[in-house]
Nanobody, 122 residues
Framework: QLQLVESGGGLVQPGGSLTLSCVASGFTLDYYDIGWFRQAPGKEREGVSCISSSGANTNYADSVKGRFTISRDNARNTVYLQMNSLKPEDTAVYYC???????????????WGQGTQVTVSS
């Protein structure tokens, strides 16, 4: 069974940090570009960051540039999203997705995780 599982979400105060993990089972992530998306209540899903299969190329949404860092460890079949200086507007369910096109369009991704909740609040 091909599966992506996110973890690492939780409740954090503004200015705090969290690291999200995305682990694949049933397939290897080596050949896939990986994207992180988020969806806040009442809003459309948006792309946050993405990384190429080799890790050589990364992209970030303007809203998270300088605060979030995406990385991957193909040996561990895992992709990470380090989130620093978190703001209340970062509150959302965060999803990872695997595909063969690097970008922020959802249709470019074939496999999706179930999501992990991130809540930024004092």
């Amino acid at each position: 069974q091909l599966q992506l599982v996110e973890s690492g979400g939780g409740l954090v105060q503004p200015g705090g940090s969290l690291t999200l993990s995305c682990v694949a089972s049933g397939f290897t992530l080596d050949y896939y570009d990986i994207g992180w998306f988020r969806q806040a209540p009442g809003k459309e899903r948006e792309g946050v960051s993405c990384i190429s299969s080799s890790g050589a190329n990364t992209n970030y949404a303007d809203s998270v540039k300088g605060r979030f860092t995406i990385s991957r460890d193909n040996a561990r079949n895992t992709v990470y999203l380090q989130m620093n200086s978190l703001k209340p507007e970062d509150t959302a369910v965060y999803y990872c997705a695997a595909g063969d096109e690097l970008g922020f369009d959802s249709y470019e991704y074939d496999y999706w995780g179930q999501g992990t909740q991130v809540t930024v609040s004092s």
